[in-house]
């Protein structure tokens, strides 16, 4: 009967909403990652390292992680081997398909199949759409979104064949809203957004195909990556320390959470951003300063700078 089948799925939609909020007050069980084999791009440093600890508290079968830099990636190995977990580094710059694919094949013969993906791997260069060099665009598009693509098209086929995987994006609040000064930046996390809620759609078309997704919108965290970014009341909106990030992300993979935003604050702000005039929204940045900070990262840092 049509008015009983739309009742039912009204019902269907409230219990998905009490679901996810009853899941704020009560927290999920979390899986286990015993048997999981994760990856994780730009594992060296940052974020990804604090990652790269954090999951080896939970002490799964294998880490690997990628990145550019040799000593940073050797220094977070011989960390996570301390705990006895096997961990392993290779060099790969994501920025490079060739590089993906020909890493994923060694990493499959070495380790087996990648259960778990982490693209954490990202630049930044604060720069207006004007001043952007075309080297740099190129790259920040090529290391935060394409470097998505070719990592999935590797690993996500091995998930879907035995109905067990995670794939975690790190995309960031600027892959919600603009800034000024992070044009590249912004256009990559919006693109890598919109990659993440596709997939998630593909994977869930069908059903459920084992294969989970989440992505992590982070306001900005206080580390090299971002240094000298500064709003004007960093009481009200303080930067969030990479190990909070860290230990939430770990948190949304153990208990299957689609998306996070972090801080939570940033949930109202998303709210209000939705349905605000964009005048009005602009008009709270510059009282905030959000419209100077990347100008100020700019003064920081003359130098190029990036992570991986
Ligand atoms: C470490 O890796 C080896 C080979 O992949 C595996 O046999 C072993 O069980 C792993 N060790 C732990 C503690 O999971
Ligand atoms: C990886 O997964 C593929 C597809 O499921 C499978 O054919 C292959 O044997 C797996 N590799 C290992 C080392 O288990
Ligand atoms: C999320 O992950 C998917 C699959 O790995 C990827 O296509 C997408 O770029 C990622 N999105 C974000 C938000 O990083």
Redo the contacts with the bound molecule.
């Keep these: 009967m049509f008015g009983l089948k739309r009742v039912c799925f009204l019902c269907h939609l409230f219990v998905l909403i009490v679901k996810d909020v009853m899941s704020w007050v009560v927290p999920p069980k979390k899986k286990s990652i015993g048997d999981d084999v994760i990856l994780i791009t730009g594992g060296g440093r940052g974020i990804g390292k604090k990652l790269v600890l954090e999951f080896a508290t939970h002490q799964p079968k294998h880490i690997i992680i990628w990145g550019r830099t040799e000593e940073c990636l050797a220094a977070t190995v011989s960390e996570v081997r301390k705990m006895n977990i096997n961990c392993s580094y290779m060099i790969c710059d994501v920025s490079s398909r060739e590089e993906i694919y020909s890493m994923a094949k060694e990493v499959e013969a070495k380790f087996g199949n990648v259960t778990l993906?982490v693209?954490n791997a990202g630049v930044v260069f604060p720069n207006s759409v004007l001043e952007s060099s075309p080297q740099q665009t190129e790259q920040t598009i090529r290391t935060n979104?394409l470097a998505?693509?070719w990592?999935?098209r590797a690993f996500l086929p091995p998930m879907l064949e035995q109905k067990r995987g995670h794939?975690v994006?790190?995309?960031s609040m600027l892959?919600w809203a603009g800034l000024n000064g992070a044009s590249d930046y912004c256009s990559s996390k919006f693109a890598?957004?919109g990659?993440?809620e596709a997939?998630y759609d593909e994977l869930t078309r069908d059903g459920d195909s084992g294969v989970t997704?989440t992505?992590v919108y982070p306001y900005h965290v206080d580390n090299s990556m971002f240094a000298g970014v500064a709003t004007r009341f960093p009481s009200l909106f303080p930067s969030i320390k990479e190990d909070y990030v860290a230990l939430k992300i770990v948190e949304a993979v153990l208990t299957n959470r689609n998306k996070v935003l972090l801080p939570k604050l940033m949930y109202a702000v998303a709210f209000f951003y939705s349905i605000a005039p964009v005048a009005a929204v602009t008009s709270i940045m510059k009282l905030l300063g959000v419209n100077k900070a990347m100008e100020q990262y700019h003064d920081h840092h003359r130098k190029l700078h990036g992570h991986s």
């Design positions: 993906l693209n979104v998505h693509f990592t999935i794939i994006n790190m995309s892959g890598a957004c990659l993440s997939l997704v992505a």
